[in-house]
């Protein structure tokens, strides 16, 4: 697979919340910032949304807006008007006037992710993903969102989970459009894989993890000499290249541990190490704790203590 199917396929995205929020008059609220992708699109009208310290940014009927961690918002009628402190609900939501036709409607929600690898794999995204109307039209991106409207105006048996399917697609399509309005100047793996020299270097490192890479090497891939590929990387990634194998090994390594169906000796050979003695001490001065603690405490349920991942 390419890096950001890698990156997807760790993560294991569904959705865990889906439900229609309409609107009438004038109306605002506020949310509190909370470590699950954020999603809406706009069905009908439009509406306001803000994020502490910036400009407040439109979303028009067609608008698919995606936060891979959801900073604290407001989402309002109207620019700068009063918002109201609300918790997110699994049910659905009217704000405004509670009688007549609602002049805004929307579909939002969470999704869920791996909690295990959330924190490194997030950080190579974009804080944001706004797609609008005018972007989604000439894509397939368009057509799996005229799929959604569609649904949700109807009331089919297996409504739910055709819709949860729908914006699973619809993530992975935000995630891999180009084109769209994303944070530019934050280092990530979509920039990455939008130079093409750097997408040769990510592909060949997803392609052989195991391999005894070195930054020459992967210069070399890139068509560029060391000092300007390791500066080129670093201003795109946020990282070394060397540190983003090893980040990316602790992931595939923390991946295979919750699954439990491989021993250490095999993880380790797999992601590139030589022993499982070499691979237990990186993974403990990586991780902050062992492998095995990691994977018991896992399927127990417990957080096991992990360190942030360094950026």
Not at 42 to 60: N, R
Not at 240 to 262: N, S
């Amino acid at each position: 697979m390419d890096p950001l199917s890698d990156v997807i396929a760790l993560l294991r995205p569904n959705t865990a919340i889906s439900k229609p929020i309409t609107g009438r008059g004038h109306w605002g609220v506020r949310y509190a910032a909370y470590d699950a992708p954020g999603f809406t699109i706009i069905l009908k009208g439009a509406c306001w949304i803000a994020f502490e310290g910036e400009q407040p940014l439109k979303l028009e009927k067609g608008a698919f807006l995606l936060l891979p961690a959801t900073p604290a918002f407001t989402l309002s009628s109207h620019p700068a008007i009063a918002c109201e402190p609300r918790d997110p609900m699994d049910v659905p939501a009217r704000h405004g006037e509670q009688e007549g036709e609602a002049d805004f409607e929307s579909l939002g929600g969470t999704f869920r992710i791996e909690a295990a690898n959330a924190p490194l794999l997030l950080a190579l995204l974009p804080r944001m993903i706004h797609v609008p109307p005018s972007e989604g039209r000439s894509v397939r991106f368009r057509r799996v969102i005229d799929l959604i409207l569609e649904e949700c105006s109807g009331d089919e048996p297996g409504k739910d989970m055709i819709l949860r399917r729908l914006l699973e697609v619809l993530l992975i399509e935000a995630l891999r459009l180009r084109g769209v309005a994303t944070d530019d100047d934050r280092a990530g793996l979509l920039n990455g894989m939008r130079d093409p020299a750097l997408a040769r270097v990510l592909g060949a490192m997803h392609a052989d993890v195991r391999a005894d890479w070195t930054v020459a090497g992967l210069a070399r891939i890139a068509g560029q000499s060391r000092s300007a590929f390791a500066a080129r990387f670093g201003a795109v990634l946020g990282c070394g290249p060397i540190e983003y194998l090893v980040r990316w090994r602790m992931a595939l390594a923390k991946d295979a541990l919750l699954r439990g169906t491989k021993t250490l000796d095999r993880i380790a050979d797999e992601i590139g190490y030589e022993s499982a003695s070499a691979f237990s001490t990186a993974f403990r001065k990586r991780l902050g704790c062992p492998p095995g603690k990691f994977a018991r405490s896992s399927s127990a349920g417990e957080p096991a203590r992990i360190e942030s991942e360094p950026r």
